[in-house]
T-cell receptor, first 114, second 111 residues
Framework: DAGVIQSPRHEVTEMGQEVTLRCKPISGHDYLFWYRQTMMRGLELLIYFNNNVPIDDSGMPEDRFSAKMPNASFSTLKIQPSEPRDSAVYFC????????????FGPGTRLTVL | QKEVEQDPGPLSVPEGAIVSLNCTYSNSAFQYFMWYRQYSRKGPELLMYTYSSGNKEDGRFTAQVDKSSKYISLFIRDSQPSDSATYLCAMTTSGTYKYIFGTGTRLKVLA
């Protein structure tokens, strides 16, 4: 299995532009997570899905952020409009079940908003 | 005050040393405790998973949980340069996937 796939790996954009980050979870995994990592705040959960349904989006910072999972093999995280404070590494992770199973992280998308 | 506190380091040790990494937390409802390793420019990967209190050993790694003190530790024996990475603790309550992560401790093992 190729693991969790994220694209793009790097994104540089200007303030006010729309940014779309993409994630393909591991096949067969039921849960998908979006995280944001910064030096100051560490790794923070933004939202997670179970069977394509958003379960907890309490970590989404504001209405500029939105996430969708149209099917079991694809999810997007969109920021519109982007701001310099959104600069961070965004990770997608997937997991199969609770109990001893773990979240498998993708390589991340490094976002820079100028 | 953050729910999970972790010294950012960096922590530099010579090869072969025993490394101790720690996290403290404030939420007594946390029951599941994890340690992740993150290499530079990579995603975190799970190292150890512990439920409630006690010790768990896996090769050179030992995880300890002391719920009475709200304190968890990861010990690395015979540390190797390949152990150089950032180590993140994470924890959650029962019935939720909402992991709360520490900010990570950066470890350097010198050859």
């Amino acid at each position: 299995d190729a693991g969790v796939i994220q694209s793009p790996r790097h994104e540089v954009t200007e303030m006010g532009q729309e940014v779309t980050l993409r994630c393909k979870p591991i096949s067969g995994h039921d849960y998908l997570f979006w995280y944001r990592q910064t030096m100051m705040r560490g790794l923070e959960l933004l939202i997670y899905f179970n069977n394509n349904v958003p379960i907890d989006d309490s970590g989404m910072p504001e209405d500029r952020f939105s996430a969708k999972m149209p099917n079991a093999s694809f999810s997007t995280l969109k920021i519109q409009p982007s701001e310099p404070r959104d600069s961070a590494v965004y990770f997608c992770a997937s997991s199969q079940i609770w109990s001893t199973d773990t979240q498998y992280f993708g390589p991340g998308t490094r976002l820079t908003v100028l | 005050q953050k729910e999970v506190e972790q010294d950012p380091g960096p922590l530099s040790v010579p090869e072969g040393a025993i490394v101790s990494l720690n996290c403290t937390y404030s939420n007594s409802a946390f029951q599941y405790f994890m340690w992740y390793r993150q290499y530079s420019r990579k995603g975190p990967e799970l190292l150890m998973y512990t439920y409630s209190s006690g010790n768990k050993e896996d090769g050179r790694f030992t995880a300890q949980v002391d719920k009475s003190s709200k304190y968890i530790s990861l010990f690395i024996r015979d540390s190797q340069p390949s152990d150089s990475a950032t180590y993140l603790c994470a924890m959650t309550t029962s019935g939720t996937y909402k992991y709360i992560f520490g900010t990570g401790t950066r470890l350097k093992v010198l050859a």
